[in-house]
């Protein structure tokens, strides 16, 4: 009986996340990118001496045309395809953590979250501002939805992060 009711759950997400990323992509506009901007996998927030620190896997994020070429140049036997499958490619050639120091002022965008504990609640509203305190406590939030797994476009300014802008994955 659990694993029918595992399965019919896991069901369900699957066919409301397919919902979801079919139905928003419209809408959708890339995140510009300059070099004050630094695209990672955030794998941990942490405080130290009363200051927030980033722990990330800097990536290399790329969409639309960029994406097709260099996913031709480092992908072999992929058949047809002229291009990724969902548009967007990334390259983590080094797997190394970086630590970024935030702002206290830090300006948060994100894209999709768990806001309520429901998978209704996890509809996507594009670059919908939230506090640096409820960054925190959703992505330390891995129930419905592990934010850890989407990148960030992190803005640098004098070493310090102060903007966070969470990327779509299609």
Known sequence: MRKKSALIMTI???VLLTFITSASAVGYEPVPVDKET????I??????DGQL??????????EGEAA?????????DIGDLEGP???YYIVNDN????????????????????????YEGMDINWNEPISL???????ANTEMMDLSQFPYHLTIQDGVVIRIVQQFIP
């Open 85 to 87: 499958p969902d548009g």
């Open 133 to 139: 305190d409820k960054f925190q406590e959703v992505f």
């Open 68 to 76: 097709n070429k260099i996913f031709l140049e480092r992908e072999q």
């Open 53 to 62: 620190f980033i722990q990330a896997d800097d990536i290399q994020w790329y």
């Open 95 to 118: 797997e190394d953590l970086t630590t970024y120091k935030v702002s206290d002022n830090l300006e948060v965008l994100m894209q999709i979250y768990d806001r309520d504990g429901t």
């Open 12 to 14: 369900m997400m699957v």
């Open 43 to 48: 794998s941990k927030l942490e405080h130290k």
């Open 38 to 41: 630094v695209t990672a996998y």
